[in-house]
């Protein structure tokens, strides 16, 4: 298996965009060249979009979709589609939106050119094709089309230039496309990169099943106690605009009353390598290289909440021979931002696996939906590249003198356990909660609290019971949660 879908994919837009010849794009080809996997042990998240290069360009994607179950994945033919259901097919079988959904022409060609051109990425059985946009939007003509059968669904999205590209003037050329497993709830927001700082043709699709409501959120207020407060702008069954809006903002679709889908598209990224950072945690130690993934978790995750500054509370094992490190910063509204990655297990590579693989950590946000756990990135290989995500917890709190989190616990698929980490005041001997009571060595302990762990008060003492600090740690009673922030993906009623 040497060829990954996106080959596949970049032939059939190739075959699309003919006679263009892809200008130089060295970026693009590092972007396209990070998202490149070989699917394993069908552990691909629905929530992780298909990037490609094509016709110079590299489409920079937010993943699709929140925390949706994970699709079907055919291994050896690399096709990737999930199972359908009775909300995609309420997707499918709703009018197709844009701006150009009148021209009946226009949709006539689309929809034949989406059924007849992603053969390497889509199962020859899903044999049927629904057109869900055609927009002009930001620079390029975006078509969305569902290919489907009775049993699977896939999502594929071209994007096609308004006007000449500047390096091709033999024509308009191919912005690039995706393909990927289709969920009731379709987001896709992103641009072509011309360089590392200049970004073109940025558009955001969002879609719902017809008769939903779409509504989005751009600001939350974290208040003392550690609930949150949004504000919401409501959209109708969909949104096509220009702009990026990924992990600033926040979705949330009602369909008949009840709330399906509310969360951010994305927690996670692949970086080509992560780089060692100098910091010395406060307390404890760890690889740098662990380090550094550590400090792009918080900076990356802690965006949309004005992460700041964020410095290195603790650092050492944590089970299974893992490491973890623990990341506190200041962030909207006078509260603590606090993430907790763990790097993979020692033998992560497992039975069966070539044992001169190179690792590669991403960085995936982990998280609780609907009581089954979720994450962000795939685990898989491309080549001699093992792909394993370092996972990490978030929570927040008063400030960084007693802070919580919980940890991921289970060694093949990332998931969150009933494991909370606690940092507290160096001199701190026992951490009390509930009427329990977990020794501390150098103020940091392991407690033990279900999901979801409702309104508990910690508190910090010394040798002598003095208490040297004290915190609220909640988290919601809803599907999951993201910084104290409810997180719903429910779709199976």
């Known amino acids: ?14 075959r ?5 010849v ?34 110079g360009g590299a489409l920079a994607l937010a993943p699709t979709g929140g925390p949706s179950p994970a699709p079907d994945v055919d291994v050896q033919a690399h096709h990737v589609k999930a199972r359908m259901t009775e909300w995609t097919r309420r ?54 089309a569902a290919r489907y059968n009775d049993g699977y669904a896939s999502i594929l999205l071209s994007r096609t230039p308004l006007a000449p590209r500047r390096d091709g003037p033999d024509g308009p050329g191919s912005l690039g496309g995706m393909a990927g497993g289709l969920t009731p709830f379709f987001h896709y927001s992103g641009g072509v990169h011309q360089s590392q700082t200049v970004v073109e043709n940025v558009a955001t699709v ?70 060692p950072e100098p910091v010395r945690p406060a307390r404890g130690s760890a690889e740098p290289v662990l380090v550094g993934a550590a400090l792009d978790a918080w900076r990356n ?14 650092a050492g094992p944590s089970g299974e021979g893992r490491s973890t490190v623990v990341v506190a910063g200041p962030g909207r509204d006078g509260r603590t931002l606090v993430t907790a990655l763990t790097g993979p297990p020692p033998d992560f590579a497992g039975p069966g696996l070539d044992q001169d693989v190179r690792p590669v950590w991403p960085v995936a946000g982990v998280y609780y939906a609907g009581r089954e756990p979720y994450t962000g990135e795939p685990t898989g290989d491309s080549g ?26 289970n060694r093949d698929l990332p998931t969150l356990g009933d494991r909370i980490l606690v940092v507290a005041p160096p001199a701190a001997m026992e951490l009390r909660y509930g ?37 609220r740690y909640r988290e919601p009673d809803t599907n999951g949660q993201i910084f104290g922030e409810r997180v719903i993906d429910d779709w199976d009623r």
Not at 16 to 20: F, G, M, N, S
Not at 22 to 28: F, L
Not at 437 to 443: I, S
């Open 1 to 14: 298996m040497n060829d990954t879908i996106e080959d596949e994919v970049r032939t059939a837009f190739a």
């Open 16 to 20: 699309i965009a003919e006679p263009v």
């Open 22 to 55: 892809p200008g130089p794009d060295p970026w693009g080809r590092l972007l396209a060249r990070r998202s490149r996997r070989r699917w394993r042990r069908g552990f691909a998240a629905a929530a992780t979009a298909t990037a490609l290069a094509a016709g």
């Open 91 to 144: 997707l499918i079988e709703g009018p197709t939106r844009g701006n150009l959904a009148g021209d009946r022409a226009a949709v006539e060609e689309f929809t034949e050119a989406m059924s007849t051109e992603f053969e390497g990425a889509v199962d020859p059985a899903q044999d049927r094709t629904k057109l869900l946009v055609l927009a002009d939007v930001a620079g390029a003509r975006v078509a969305v």
């Open 206 to 275: 969002v879609l719902a099943p017809a008769g939903c409501t779409v509504e989005s959120s751009d600001e939350v207020v974290l208040a003392d106690d550690g609930t949150t407060r949004r504000s919401w702008t409501l959209h109708g069954d969909h949104l096509i605009e220009e702009g990026e809006r990924s992990r600033s903002t926040w979705w949330r679709v009602t369909c008949d009353g009840q709330v399906r889908y509310e969360g951010t598209p994305t927690l996670a990224w692949s970086p080509d390598k992560v780089e």
């Open 301 to 314: 995750s802690t965006r949309h909440l004005g992460g700041t500054t964020p410095s290195v509370l603790w």
């Open 384 to 409: 001699s590249t093992l792909v394993i995500p370092a996972t990490f917890g978030t929570a927040t709190a008063a400030s960084a003198d007693l802070v919580a989190v919980r940890l991921p616990a």
């Open 435 to 471: 009427g329990r009571t977990v020794r501390l060595t150098d103020g940091v302990g392991v407690l033990t609290l279900s999901v979801p762990s409702g309104d508990v008060t910690l508190t910090a003492v010394d040798a002598t019971g003095a208490v040297l600090a004290t915190a």
